[in-house]
């Protein structure tokens, strides 16, 4: 039996009927010793539903002991489970169960991982963490790769990190039907990152250091430039050739670890340019 498992009785029907599954889904099951099916299919939830306490009460009912229970919740035979949200029966299965149809049952109601991981990414959005919320957004979309809102989460981060290619790819998957003011606000996101990419500033510096392509301040400032922009592998690779060509460049090197360390956690750009740089260095 699962022990967090909550024994339904006519004491605590209204706090846990009434009040706890406004919390959360509660799984009432209704079992009888005379019916050997129902204690399976009680034995079965109860190991099922151990693993999901965060979004999910599990409780039992004594038919014999508790037949106003069962006579409220309308049971007319066992093996029964019906589950509540918010008071009121949403599902419920009845007769013997399989394993598999168990967890069909349960992942038909309960929160996906994906589902988690883009809450946190969403809510890492709103924090300004863009680092965080597209290595949440990116595992969601691992998870579940059509899915409309996550791929536009993870665009949306995307276009934070400076992985605007990668931003412009996943909204140009998202189908018509799902281009809702979301769609919009992220497309307008990457139109605009589109253009700070490209700045006056950015093209004035870019034409200084074709004249003077071994000006260490020029180098610099173009690579602080890109690197607000989130131009982190244009950066990324100026300050390599400035620190190739000129190993006692401290400046540009610690700029060249400064951009590493801002990319986000697992960033394929960053683990390539570790790798270079300790070649370069051994």
Known sequence: MNPNAVVLTLENFQQVVLEESKQKFLLVTFWADQVPE????????????????????FATVDCQAQQQIAMQ??????????????????????????????????????????????????????????????????????????????????AEASVGVGKIDDAQALIDTVKMVDQDS???????????????????????????????????????????QYSQVNRHEDALALLFRRVQTAGDDAESKKMLLDVIKALPDGDPLASKYRRKLYTLMY
């Not at 004249?211 to 260490?216: G, I, K, S």
């Open 73 to 154: 919740f309308g049971i007319q035979g066992l093996p029964t489970a019906v589950l509540v949200k918010d008071a009121q029966p949403v599902d419920a299965l009845s007769g013997p169960q399989s394993d598999e149809n168990i967890q069909a049952f349960l992942d038909k109601h309960l929160p996906k991982p994906q589902d988690e991981l883009l809450l946190q990414a969403k809510a890492m959005l709103e924090a300004g963490d863009n680092n965080q919320a597209y290595t949440l957004a990116k595992q969601a979309n691992e998870l579940d790769a059509e899915r409309a809102d996550i791929k536009l989460t993870l």
């Open 182 to 224: 979301y769609y919009q606000a992220v497309l307008a996101k990457i139109e605009l990152a589109n253009e700070a990419s490209d700045s006056p500033e950015i093209q004035s510096l870019e034409a200084a250091l074709t004249n003077n392509p071994d000006d260490a301040d020029l180098i610099q400032q173009l690579a602080a």
């Open 38 to 57: 129902s204690l399976e299919l009680r034995d079965k939830l109860a190991a099922k539903a151990a693993g999901s306490q965060e979004h999910l009460l």
